[in-house]
């Protein structure tokens, strides 16, 4: 692990107990054009998810939830399922998130419109898409 993200990794540790924190992108990682958020599920379906995701991206665990990174604005026209967890930039009250998965490519996100199907099948629920988005005309 590079001092860097260890610094960065330190930080959110701190910052666990006092409140949301932001999970901190690896070097390499942490440019992000399209902002990132963060989707929270609990950690018995962290394996399964992260083995049948194609492309997971940039992960984060406490004793009790996985994040999954995913670009900014994902919430919007998708209403995610409990258990799911949405967090708008990446901010999370989690305690002492480490960093558990990188991705292969140069894209620190997780697709979320997979991530969102797959949790809604672990939710029980049928996908909802919302009626704001229109198709042109």
């Given at each position: 692990?590079?001092?860097?993200?260890?610094?960065?990794?330190?930080?959110?540790?701190?910052?666990?107990?006092?409140?949301?924190?932001?999970?901190?992108?690896?070097?390499?990682?942490?440019?992000?054009?399209?902002?990132?958020?963060?989707?929270?599920?609990?950690?018995?379906?962290?394996?399964?998810?992260?083995?049948?995701?194609?492309?997971?991206?940039?992960?984060?665990?406490?004793?009790?939830?996985?994040?999954?990174?995913?670009?900014?604005?994902?919430?919007?026209?998708?209403?995610?399922?409990?258990?799911?967890?949405?967090?708008?930039?990446?901010?999370?009250?989690?305690?002492?998130?480490?960093?558990?998965?990188?991705?292969?490519?140069?894209?620190?996100?997780?697709?979320?419109?997979?991530?969102?199907?797959?949790?809604?099948?672990?939710?029980g629920t049928a996908p909802v898409w919302a009626d704001e988005v229109t198709t042109p005309a």
């Open positions: 692990m590079s001092h860097r993200l260890a610094a960065r990794l330190t930080r959110v540790r701190r910052a666990g107990g006092g409140g949301p924190a932001r999970l901190p992108l690896p070097p390499g990682l942490d440019h992000t054009p399209l902002g990132c958020d963060a989707v929270g599920l609990p950690a018995r379906y962290g394996q399964r998810l992260l083995a049948h995701l194609p492309g997971a991206g940039c992960v984060f665990a406490d004793a009790d939830l996985w994040w999954w990174i995913v670009p900014s604005g994902s919430d919007l026209g998708l209403p995610w399922p409990a258990p799911a967890q949405y967090a708008a930039g990446a901010y999370v009250a989690a305690s002492r998130p480490r960093l558990i998965h990188t991705p292969d490519g140069p894209s620190p996100y997780t697709p979320p419109i997979p991530l969102y199907l797959m949790v809604c099948r672990l939710a």
